[in-house]
């Protein structure tokens, strides 16, 4: 009986072994299935989550080439700095740490105190604390001993003559990336390649970092810019700006053959080393961005035009004497009324009348055919990818007033650069230029020369030379007579115009310009300046302000390039030897060389060269190198000369030269061949 009644307990103890061993399974299935998921499923994610926590790779950027003037002067070069860095995951204390290193920057205000902290608090692999420290702030903040905190090193662009040129070098960001002119334009050629450095942390959180590749070095870029021509245009336009009160100002110096620009400024001015501390107006690089209505010397392109197109010649005569023209309701006026003047005296005078009616002469079509020829109303360079191309209308837009004014030089928008290289092609005979400011590229030891680009013939170089002895008048007895060089034939022209302001041309504010090149004869270089809204009473014109400012750069130009003088130049000076006995080897060594001039012969006129079938250009060069004046009729190649070859001139005389478009026949020589 006390077996039956005893418990069972086997079927029990069955019944929870298998339900423990039901759990078992189930919880093993679990952790698998979890497994499956983390390790198969979730795999790429959790991997990148790991990556991303345990390393990090970090750019370290290239050392940028240098950029050098015409010489080899250095104007730009990277030199190393400290950059310090964090490992958030290793700093234990953010405020502390952030206040420690607050208390050893410079200039440590208190939002990037607070912008410090939240960095250190993120779980991050690396954040930057500062870049490109000073020596002074990497010894302090190294002194702190601080757990998580290092150095790298980095590039920092220095510009070691500061202001100078630096409109056109621009400036580099932190990144190394160029932000402005030349360092943002050749960027990818200056900027290399860079490197990378892997920053990783180990199981207890310590930091430590790997540099993966190295960076390369960035090609040199070598300027056509001459330092010391850059620097004497910088100084004569600050004292200008001074002088004058001006809102601003530009300058552009070019070699009228090649294009080269030989120097560009703009004030106000900025330091590169610091561009941060300066304001967008002074960063714009004027010369190649502001856009100004030219005034009169636009007119070169309306008197280029009427020459090369046989509407009129420097003789003929226009009667201005009403000193206004009027369309409509609208007046244009002379500063005063002239009478009857020729067409050079016309250009002398700046007389709007004169230049209007032969603008109306030539017509819409055949005016903004050459306003398009010398270039305006496109970009200019491919150095300067921000320059404005300008503003011209359409031929087919232009009613008479419209000539008019563009005629002028209103209702047209150019810039400084542009103004430059239009009259760089009447400075070379006709041909318009493309303006560069890169000579060369230098990567690893190669020299890679930027060639000089002719965009087209503008006019013909009789035409030129033509215009030329206009503009050599309008210095010598025009409205240019202040950018007169002692010593120097000059030729150029003045430009005032009132600025528009509100869409109201304003009484008061004007663009006041001068555009000419030295020596008129075989020119070395052409010359802009322009005068930005200049303050005081009388000095608002072109001649009064821009003119000057002309003169001094081209003075102190020209004894810096060594070019003497065409006009009234010194006797020649040689080197002889002071020896009263035969010389030999041994006693020529000795011998004391003395200075000897050589004075021009005494009563010893020049013998006229035959200039038949010569150019304009070439008879009036030989000309000048003999002192005598050409007085030039018609236009292609000499055909007929004044007094005839062979016949003596005294120096300073004149001898008219008859050109047509087709060289005459050569007579034969005394043995039956051509002379």
Known sequence: MADETAFNWRPTLKRRVLVAAALFVAWTMAIEARLVHLQVVQHEELSARAERQQSRTVTTPAKRGEILDRHGRVLA???????????????????????????????CTPRERETLVERLSRQRAFVYVRRHVSPLEAGRVAALDLQGVGFMKENRRYYPKKELAAHVLG??????????????????TIRGQAGTLLVQTDARRRGFGREERKPTTGATLELTLDEQLQYIVERELAVAMREYRAEGGSVVVLDPHTGEILALANAPT????????????????????????????????????????GVIHPGDFIDVSAGSIRFGRRVINDMYRYGVLSFTDVMVKSSNVGAIRVGLNLGPERLGMYVSRFGFGRRSSPDFPGENPGIVWNPARLNDSAVASISMGYQVGVTPLQMATAVSAVANGGNLVVPRIVRAAIRDGVRTPVEPGVVRRVIEPGTAIELTRIMEAIVDRGTATRA??????????????????????????????????????DPVLAIIVRIDTPRGQGRNTGGVTAAPVFSRIAEASMRHLGVPPNVRAE????????????????????DTPSIVTVPPAQGVAPTLPDLRGLSARDAARTLARLGLVARLEGSGVVVRQTPAAGMPLEAGGVCTLVLARTPPPLPPS????PQ
């Open 270 to 309: 900025f330091n590169p080393n610091a561009f941060t501390q300066s304001t967008g107006a002074m960063r714009r690089n004027r010369a190649v961005q502001d856009l100004y209505e030219p005034g009169s010397t636009f007119k070169l392109v309306t008197a280029s035009a009427a020459l090369e197109e």
């Open 571 to 590: 006797p020649p000076v040689v080197v002889a030897r002071r020896s009263s006995s035969p010389v030999t080897t041994a006693s020529a060594a000795m």
């Open 670 to 673: 005394a043995e039956g061949g």
């Open 77 to 107: 070069y990277s030199v190393d700095a400290d950059s310090i860095y964090a490992v958030p995951t290793e700093v234990a204390n953010a405020p502390a740490a952030a206040a420690a290193l607050c208390g050893a920057l410079d200039d």
């Open 171 to 188: 400036y580099v960001g932190v990144d190394n990336v160029g932000l402005s002119g030349l360092e943002a334009s050749y960027d990818k």
């Open 484 to 521: 007169r060089v002692p010593g120097y034939t000059v030729a150029g022209k003045t430009g005032t115009a009132e600025k528009l302001i509100n869409g109201r041309y304003s009484k008061t504010d004007h663009d006041a310009s001068f555009v000419g090149f030295i020596p008129s004869v």
